[in-house]
Structures are given as structure tokens and as C-alpha cells.
Nanobody, 119 residues
Framework: QPQLVESGGGLVQPGGSLKLSCATS????????IAWFRHAPGKEREMVSC???????SEGDFVEGRFTISRDNSKLTVYLQMNDLKPEDPAIYYC?????????????WGQGTQVTVSA
């Protein structure tokens, strides 16, 4: 049974950094794209970044080069390095398995990890 487990969230000051991890199990990691989404209270869920099986990545416009997605196929884990965090970045961050980064829906979701940005 596929499982995705996020970790690495927490409280950081504006301008600070966090590195999120999405550990997967029960999936053929090499055959799946893994995306990070975020959902803040009162806002629509939005895609943060996606790592495709061919090594390509995509990201939301709001990222503006601050976040970097990477994957370690040997550890079945996808990371999201977030730098220069802003007051508008707080949300629950989820990772999700998609067949392709362009797929309209995700197949499996993790439970999420909270990111808070506050002075």
C-alpha cells in the first residue's frame, strides 16, 4: 500500500529556510512523479513544485526561485528546500504521488507538515 510521509516543517523567521522531506514506500518510485502542494486557511490548495521521472521539475509562479525540489531515488525520498521564506508561505505542505507532473489529480497524499513563518 502506497505511503507518503512528510517531515521537516516547523517555525522559522522571515527570510529563513526549511527543508521538507517526503519519504515514500509501497510505490515504484522511479515510475512516479512526486509533487509538493500547500494549503493555507482560507486559500485554495496550490501546487508548489513537482519532480518528474525524467528529472525535469516544475514550480508555481509564486516560488520565484526560492524553493528547490530534488529526489533521491536510492532513498525513495523527495525533498523541498525552501529558502527566503516569506510571511505568505505558511501553510500545511503536502507531498503527493502523480503519474505525471501534468496529471490533473494526485493518486496518493501524505498527511502534511505545518510550515509557520513568523518573527
Amino acid at each position: 500500500q502506497p505511503q507518503l510521509v512528510e517531515s521537516g516543517g516547523g517555525l522559522v523567521q522571515p527570510g529563513g529556510s526549511l527543508k521538507l522531506s517526503c519519504a515514500t514506500s509501497g510505490v515504484t518510485f522511479d515510475d512516479n512523479s512526486i509533487a509538493w502542494f500547500r494549503h493555507a486557511p482560507g486559500k485554495e490548495r496550490e501546487m508548489v513544485s513537482c519532480s518528474s521521472t525524467d528529472g525535469s521539475t516544475s514550480e508555481g509562479d509564486f516560488v520565484e526561485g526560492r524553493f528547490t525540489i530534488s529526489r533521491d531515488n536510492s532513498k525513495l525520498t523527495v525533498y523541498l528546500q525552501m529558502n527566503d521564506l516569506k510571511p505568505e508561505d505558511p501553510a500545511i505542505y503536502y507531498c503527493a504521488r502523480r503519474y505525471y507532473c501534468s496529471s490533473p489529480t494526485a493518486v496518493d497524499w501524505g498527511q502534511g507538515t505545518q510550515v509557520t513563518v513568523s518573527a
